[in-house]
């Protein structure tokens, strides 16, 4: 996604963070992720 910015001539500021994300790639990710909200 943020290659399509910058393609689109936006600039794209990014800070690094501690801790990594969670990618949701299957159904069974996102109840994963959902779970570990609650």
Known sequence: EVLRFLEMGYRVRMIE???GGIAIDTPEDLEKAKS???
């Open 36 to 38: 570990s909200l609650r």
């Open 17 to 19: 963070v501690p801790s």
